[in-house]
């Protein structure tokens, strides 16, 4: 096989697969299961969009959608975009619809790097961003982050890596895994750097409707200067619990989404066209779908905090306070096992399924990924089997 495919880690592309097979594997042998592994929201879809999904398919729109989307929903998107993100895109001209947020990064990697070109990841980092990197050809350059700075990243620590062959960089905030929310003045300074070395941005904005403070989500792209070197990556899964609706989209400027329509074209041809419809009903009935995110962001927030109080209650484990997104990160080092022993144990001897933390890469060694989209309930018995567990490591 070609060196690309050969690079690709097969322990992390297939541990959360793993983790998930061998949790419901011990349940169907009896034992009590809570699951902390799966990165999705436990919601249903909220019912105005089913419905209006369901009339696309009762009225015969089954057939082709245009190769960047509907029209209508690429017009309400870039009305969002500029009311809530503050940018300004041209519906026909910067946008296109996605399979999910997956294919969104995977056609940007395409469209940007070439063999050899140098892309900058923030670690810990969603499992496909390496991936994408050595799929193309392109070298992932690591930037570390610490749990003592809430995995803020150092902006000065980007610009120390930089060589002539650097690229991208690509940012994710708020974060998977650790819930980080980058603060405004991190992503100008990371802009400033992007504009003095030229370098584009992939910033992948899935989880912006998830975030606890009153300041919301910032938009790298909406800085002065940023907006033909950001590609924004955004969709519906995580905000409208739509996971397996698989759509999403891709903003950037004409250079560059041209680029990506011929990729888009090759692998997808289009995103289903009653999946969009769906779509357009969250735009066009704006204040039901925002106060359905706003009750998921309640209840998500006090998850968090059963997980954070819950775990920051145990000795032993420490937790930066996760700002965004449904993670939290635990350090659970000083417990002497690997982190994907402690994952393995915790879930063989407690029945508790959570992520090893260098799933994430080598930064997340001695962490493990929570994922607190589970209920009240599972959580609070989950942090009782954690502290039940760590107390009987030997």
Request: charged share 25%; net charge negative.
């Amino acid at each position: 096989m070609g060196s690309s495919i050969e690079r690709l880690s097969q322990v992390v592309l297939g541990q959360i697969r793993i983790v998930s097979e061998k949790a419901k594997a011990l349940e169907e042998n009896g034992m009590d299961v809570i699951h902390l592994e799966i990165g999705e929201p436990d919601f249903n879809t909220p019912n105005h969009i089913v419905e209006a999904a369901q009339k696309a398919l009762t009225d015969g729109k089954v057939h082709y959608a245009p190769n960047r989307g509907l029209p209508n929903l690429r017009k309400l998107i870039a009305n969002k975009l500029l009311n809530e993100n503050n940018l300004t895109v041209n519906a026909d001209k910067n946008i296109i619809m996605t399979q999910g947020a997956a294919e969104g990064l995977a056609i940007a990697f395409f469209a940007t790097l070439n063999p050899g070109d140098e892309i900058i990841i923030i670690e810990p980092s969603f499992t496909s961003y390496e991936n994408l990197a050595h799929l193309v050809n392109a070298k992932p350059v690591s930037v570390k982050t610490y749990e003592s700075n809430n995995w803020i990243v150092n902006p000065d620590d980007i610009r120390a890596v930089i060589t002539p062959d650097t690229k991208v960089v690509l940012l994710n905030s708020p974060s998977n895994p650790t819930g980080a929310v980058y603060p405004k003045e991190t992503l100008e300074e990371i802009a400033k750097i992007a504009i003095e070395e030229d370098l584009i941005v992939i910033s992948d904005e899935i989880y912006e409707k998830i975030i606890y403070s009153s300041e919301g989500h910032f938009s790298i792209g909406s800085i002065s200067g940023m907006e033909d070197r950001t590609i924004t990556i955004n969709g519906f899964s995580k905000a409208y619990s739509m996971t397996g609706w698989r759509l999403g989209y891709i903003v950037a400027n004409e250079s560059l989404i041209t680029s990506m329509l011929k990729v888009h074209q090759y692998v997808v041809t289009c995103v289903p066209t009653f999946t969009q419809y769906g779509a357009v009903a969250v735009y066009e009935q704006h204040e039901l779908s925002e106060e359905e995110v706003r009750k998921m962001r309640e209840a998500y927030k006090i998850r968090k905090n059963i997980v954070y109080e819950g775990l920051r209650s145990i000795d032993g484990i420490t937790l930066a306070n996760p700002e965004g997104a449904f993670y939290a990160f635990p350090n659970i080092s000083k417990f002497g096992l690997s982190s994907k022993d402690f994952a393995t144990r915790l879930l063989e001897e407690e029945g508790v399924a959570t992520v090893p933390g260098s799933v994430f890469s080598d930064v997340g060694e001695g962490y493990v990924r929570i994922s607190y989209a589970a209920s009240e309930a599972q959580l609070k018995e989950a942090i009782k089997r954690i502290e039940r567990f760590v107390k009987n490591i030997k």
